[in-house]
C-alpha cells in the first residue's frame, strides 16, 4: 500500500465533542430539574452497564477548567457541548433561569475561550425535562415547542455575545426511535404515530428558533449561524436490483430524508407524506406551520456519522396485525467479510464519508456542513496501556486517519466540508452503554476520582492539528 501526505486546510476545524449529561454529573442539581435522561437513569437503572449513569458522569461540572486546558494542550480548535435544559430553568412554563446553572455555563464558555477553544452550543441533547415529559408527553406537545424557544431566547440573550456556532439540536431523531417506534428504552411504548410527531414538532422547533435568532439579528452582531446535528445513516443496498434499491430508498426516507429535507430544503419530500397517510402516522401540522419551516432553514448543518446501514428487500412477510413500522419496507443486511468493530458491533467502513460528503454537495444545495461526531468505543481500553500508564489506542488513530482521509478526499472534490468533530473528547457515558466502550481522546479513570489522562491519539491528533498534515492511503485519491 503506497501512502502520500495530503495538507488540511488551515480553516478546517479540528476538534471534539460531548454534551451536557454525558459529562457534567448532577453537583448542584436540584430535584426537580430532571431531565428525560435522569427520569430513565432513576427508574430503569440495572440496564445501564454496571450501574454507571449521569449522576456523576466524567465530573464536568466540577472539572470544567482542568478540562479546558487539555483541550488547549491538545489543540483543539473547537469543542461542541450542550446546554442542559432541564437544568438552566427552574420554572419551565414561566421560563426562569436557575441563576446558578447559569452562572456554571458563563464560566465553562469563558474557560473554552481563555483557552483558544470556540465554543459549539446545542440548545437540547437528550436533556428534555421530565416535567414537560410527565406533563406533556414531551416533543409530542405543541406547547411544548413553544416553550423551548422561549427556553432558547433566554439562552441566546445570556451567551450570544460569545458563541459563534448554536445547534437546536443533536440526533433529533434518535429518543422517539428507540422509545416510540423500537420501544426498547424507558418508558417503553410502541406508537409509531407518535413518533413521527415527535419528528414533526422538532423539524418545527427548529425552524422557529432559526426565526427567532435571525429576528435577534445575531448573525450581523456577531457573526453567529445557527444549525442543527443530524445523524444520517449513510444506507447502501444489498445489491444492484430494484427490489433491494427500493428498501434502501425507503429507508432513507424514513429515517434521513425525514430531517434532512425540512431542515435544508424547507419542505417535506412529497413521498414521504403520501406514505404517512397510507400508512396512518400523519403528524397533526397547519399550513402555517410548514410556512414557518420553509422560510427559516439552517445555516448550516453538523452530521454525526460512525458506520454504514445496509439493508434489503423483506425476504418475510410483515404482520399485519402489529402497528406499521418503517421496517414493513427493508430488512437490515450484514455485509459477510465486512469489518467490524467488535466492541460496538458496528462495521467499519470510512467511505460513508465521502459519500455522504458528495449528497450534501449534490442533493441538498452543497450547503456548509461539518462532520459533528465520528469516532471509536473501545472495550477495556486499559489493558492497552504501556509502562507509562498511557493507553495506545493505535486502533482509534487508524480509525480517525481513515475516516478523515476519505472526507478530505470529498472536500478537494468540492463538498462544503468545513471540519471534523472526533466524539469524544473524553471518555464519557453513553446511555445504556455507560462507560464500557471508550471513545475519548482523555481516559476517565474511574477507579482514580475519574482523573484524566490522554491517550496517544491524544497526542497524535495534537500533531495532526498543529502540523495540519494527513498521511492517507493513495490509493484512495486515485
Not at 256 to 282: C, Q, T, W
Request: contains cysteine; hydrophobic residues 35%; glycine residues 6%.
Amino acid at each position: 500500500m503506497e501512502s502520500m501526505t495530503i495538507k488540511i486546510p488551515n480553516d478546517f476545524i479540528l476538534g471534539a465533542a460531548a454534551s451536557a449529561w454525558q459529562t457534567e454529573g448532577w453537583t448542584g442539581k436540584k430535584e426537580t430539574q430532571d431531565s428525560y435522561i435522569d427520569l430513565w437513569y432513576k427508574n430503569n437503572k440495572h440496564v445501564w452497564h454496571n450501574g454507571y449513569g449521569p449522576a456523576i458522569a466524567t465530573d464536568f461540572h466540577n472539572r470544567y477548567q482542568e478540562d479546558a486546558r487539555l483541550m488547549k494542550e491538545i489543540g483543539l480548535t473547537h469543542y461542541r457541548t450542550s446546554i442542559n435544559w432541564s437544568r438552566f430553568l427552574i420554572d419551565y412554563e414561566n421560563i426562569t433561569v436557575d441563576e446558578e446553572y447559569a452562572e456554571f455555563m458563563d464560566h465553562v464558555i469563558n474557560a473554552q475561550i481563555e483557552n483558544g477553544v470556540e465554543p459549539m452550543i446545542c440548545l437540547e441533547h437528550y436533556e428534555l425535562p421530565g416535567f414537560l415529559f410527565e406533563k406533556y408527553g414531551g416533543w409530542g406537545s405543541k406547547n411544548v415547542v413553544d416553550l423551548f424557544v422561549r427556553y432558547a431566547e433566554k439562552v441566546f440573550e445570556r451567551y450570544g455575545d460569545r458563541v459563534k456556532h448554536w445547534f437546536t439540536f443533536n440526533e433529533p431523531i434518535v429518543v422517539q426511535t428507540r422509545v416510540y417506534l423500537d420501544a426498547i428504552r424507558y418508558p417503553f411504548e410502541q406508537n409509531t404515530k407518535k413518533w413521527m410527531q415527535w419528528n414533526y414538532n422538532k423539524a418545527l422547533a427548529t425552524a422557529k428558533v432559526v426565526r427567532l435568532f435571525k429576528k435577534k439579528g445575531y448573525k450581523e452582531k456577531y457573526g453567529a449561524k445557527i444549525g442543527i446535528i443530524l445523524n444520517p445513516e449513510v444506507t447502501y443496498s444489498r445489491s444492484t436490483a430494484e427490489h433491494d434499491k427500493e428498501a434502501a430508498r425507503m429507508y432513507d426516507l424514513f429515517y434521513n430524508r425525514v430531517f434532512l429535507d425540512p431542515s435544508i430544503k424547507g419542505e417535506y419530500p412529497e413521498e414521504l407524506m403520501e406514505l404517512l397517510e397510507k400508512h396512518e402516522i400523519a403528524f397533526e401540522s397547519t399550513e402555517e406551520e410548514l410556512e414557518i419551516i420553509k422560510e427559516n432553514t439552517v445555516d448550516y448543518v453538523g452530521l454525526n456519522l460512525y458506520f454504514p446501514h445496509r439493508v434489503k428487500a423483506r425476504t418475510n412477510a410483515w404482520n399485519e396485525r402489529t402497528p406499521f413500522h418503517p421496517a414493513y419496507y427493508y430488512e437490515m443486511f450484514e455485509l459477510p467479510g465486512r469489518k467490524m468493530n467488535p466492541f460496538r458491533g458496528w462495521e467499519i467502513y470510512p467511505q460513508i464519508m465521502f459519500d455522504m460528503a458528495m449528497r450534501m454537495k449534490e442533493e441538498y444545495g452543497n450547503i456548509e456542513w461539518f462532520i459533528a461526531e465520528n469516532g471509536m468505543g473501545v472495550e477495556n481500553e486499559f489493558t492497552y496501556k504501556n509502562d507509562n500508564r498511557i493507553i495506545q489506542d493505535d486502533y482509534r488513530i487508524e480509525f480517525i486517519s481513515e475516516h478523515l482521509q476519505w472526507l478530505l478526499k470529498a472536500v478537494e472534490q468540492g463538498s462544503n466540508c468545513v471540519g471534523y468533530m472526533l466524539w469524544a473528547f473524553t471518555d464519557n457515558v453513553s446511555p445504556m452503554n455507560a462507560f464500557k466502550n471508550r471513545y475519548g481522546l482523555v481516559e476517565i479513570n474511574l477507579e482514580q476520582n475519574r482523573n484524566r489522562k490522554m491517550k496517544k491519539s491524544a497526542y497524535w491528533f495534537s500533531e495532526l492539528i498543529k502540523k495540519r498534515e494527513l498521511k492517507i492511503d493513495r490509493d484512495v485519491y486515485k
